[in-house]
């Protein structure tokens, strides 16, 4: 059984609470300083392709503060959250927690949106630059496959809009089939995708809770369930790569932690089938491997990994035989990426001011929990362990990439759930306190800027 830190006696509590302190800290002073860079080194950073004097960088988003009525509903929520949610978290039957979380996090999404109103819901997916207006004018998908590589430079005849050529044809698929299941109005996919989005803390977990670490699940689930992620969770097609992903983490720990071949290798398909599916919905997903690794690793089990891996090669190899090979399409649009925008976002800034926006969209107590997490290193489980390195392995991999040069609020969202598991290790008498600052954070930054996402 874990030791609080905060309990007066523990030997080394001062030096736990002060990693708390100092990750928080350090948090707080990234955000700062992407802020004030700008400014005091005259520096244009480009958030936006067109820069204007009410940029929010780092955030892709305009500064807007604003009321609306969404207003109410959420900081009641949040009020609610505050007061009941950590206590709720601990004492509810696992399965009404699992209910529970759904239904409070789609509140806390959909309240947020609808500070905008009814176009908190819809204006967002509406939008050129989005998948909607694609997915409605193709007629017939695989010869889109086929097109697909030679649509995506900028200089090309007819190119793609910049989210569609942004990503592998997945995502424009999901679209696709929405709008041929008369769903395609923009409100109607937005609610779609947000019922989607409001899963991933229950595909979370229900992950811990199969990798035998229930009682860091029910630390970690008011965090996962209330914060500022929801601004880009909400009507955000990377909200929906969020969830297939977590999904598919959650039946590769199933697959895992079964003791039989016959009760394995089902759940080994669905994670290969889900994790790549996720490969061809964005071109950063690649990097779920990472955390992939670190589930069997937290299990103990490699079984799955043959079956999880065909599962998933099927997924890729089923696109290439249409006539898109993500393998060709990766370096072209890596091209169109150096053509736009990100030729202009100075390296020296974003490679760090990309984590200022990391804690933007997960919330400041990511730093507190990443301080708590390794502070405690030798009393955590090893699923939580392994889960948040792998978390933190992949943002890394992904910032020194420098193919998420800003825009990283959505782009990493992924990662954000499983980054928060750190907050299972904030001590009990501190946790009411945290969440109270990430629900402060979140409404603080709907009400005060309005993102493109």
């Keep these: 059984m874990q030791t609080d830190v905060a309990e007066p006696g523990t030997p080394g509590a001062p030096t736990r609470l002060r990693a708390m302190w100092v990750g928080l800290a350090v948090a707080v002073g990234l955000v700062v300083a992407a802020v004030v860079a700008r400014p005091v080194f005259g520096w244009e950073v480009y958030a936006y392709a067109h820069p204007g004097p009410d940029d929010a960088a780092p955030l892709h988003a305009r500064w807007e503060p604003r009321v609306g009525p969404g207003t109410v509903p959420a900081v009641l929520l949040a009020l609610l959250g505050w007061r009941y949610a950590v206590r709720a978290a601990e004492r509810l039957r696992w399965r009404h927690l699992l209910v529970v979380s759904y239904a409070a996090g789609l509140a806390w999404l959909l309240s947020l949106a609808l500070v905008d109103g009814i176009d908190g819901v819809s204006s967002i997916l509406a939008h050129s630059y989005e998948y909607l207006e694609t997915a409605r004018a193709t007629s017939d998908f695989p010869a889109a496959l086929r097109e697909w590589i030679g649509r995506i430079p900028l200089d090309s005849e007819d190119n793609w809009p910049v989210h569609v050529a942004g990503h592998p044809p997945g995502a424009l698929l999901f679209f696709v089939v929405l709008d041929r299941l ?3 109005g923009a409100g109607v996919a937005g609610l779609v995708v947000t019922l989607v989005a ?5 595909a979370v977990l229900t992950t811990l809770r199969t990798l035998r670490e229930e009682a860091a699940a029910r630390r970690a689930a008011p965090f996962l369930v209330l914060g500022p992620a929801a601004l880009w969770m909400c009507v955000s097609g990377d909200a929906v790569f969020t969830a297939v992903a977590a999904w598919g983490l959650a039946a590769l720990a199933a697959a895992a932690t079964r003791t039989t071949w016959r009760g394995s290798a089902p759940w080994a398909v669905l994670a290969g089938v ?8 964005s071109y950063g997903l ?3 491997g990472v955390l992939a690794l670190a589930v069997l690793a937290a299990a103990r089990s ?3 990994l043959p079956v ?12 290439a035989v249409e006539g ?9 649009l890596r091209e169109r990426y150096w053509d736009g925008v990100a030729s202009d976002r100075p390296t020296a800034y974003w490679i760090w001011a990309n984590l200022a926006v990391l804690v933007l969209s997960a919330g400041p107590v990511l730093g507190a929990g990443l301080g708590q997490t390794w ?11 392994l889960l948040v390195g792998a978390a933190v392995a992949s943002i890394a991999l992904a910032d020194l990439s420098l193919m998420s040069k800003a825009e990283v609020e959505r782009i990493w969202l992924p990662f954000v759930p499983w980054l928060l598991v750190a907050t299972s290790a904030l001590p009990q008498r501190w946790r009411r306190s945290a969440l109270g600052l990430q629900l402060v954070a979140a409404l603080v930054l709907q009400h005060l800027v309005h993102t493109s996402w």
């Design 302 to 304: 490699w079984r799955p």
């Design 198 to 202: 409001a899963s991933v803390p229950a």
């Design 182 to 184: 008369g769903l395609g």
């Design 286 to 288: 690649p990097l779920l």
């Design 324 to 332: 898109y090979a993500l393998w060709e399409a990766y370096p072209v």
């Design 274 to 281: 889900l994790l790549g599916s996720c490969v061809m919905m």
């Design 375 to 385: 502070a405690r290193r030798g009393e955590l489980g090893r699923p939580v362990l």
């Design 308 to 319: 999880a891996a065909a599962a998933a090669s099927v997924v890729v190899l089923a696109f």
